[in-house]
């Protein structure tokens, strides 16, 4: 069974960091407030990861999505940026931003993103919330 592993900010993200490290080659320490998400394989062991910073009270980044290369082309991730813009809805932002190129742009462009930069996107967040919602979108 594939299941996702949430990392909250400050917290033991071990995980997460492997993931990253395997594929940057870097594990980066500047990032402890933000969010991380890490799904794992059927065997449980971790496949992709990515991390959503606050970048205010209403803007979230969607950053360091990745999945390790045994496990490309399986849509991980896909289901870590559908993770991290469930999270983004659930500490009440409104909007998420990314950068990306290549096929990462290509993904964000494919799951309803607006490109507003060469390499920078940004969607709003929908949580499905109230019936009579001023924002609600028909996601």
Known sequence: MIRSIWYPPLGNRDMADMV???VFGDCEKADELGW????TAPDDSPAAAGRLDYI???TGKISRVCCLPQYRRNRMADSVVKLLIYRASLLNMKKVIAAAEGEGASLLLTMGFTQTGEYQFEKDVCDGCCENCKDKCPC
């Open 36 to 39: 991380h998400v890490v799904i």
């Open 56 to 58: 205010n009270a209403s």
């Open 20 to 22: 990253y490290k395997e």
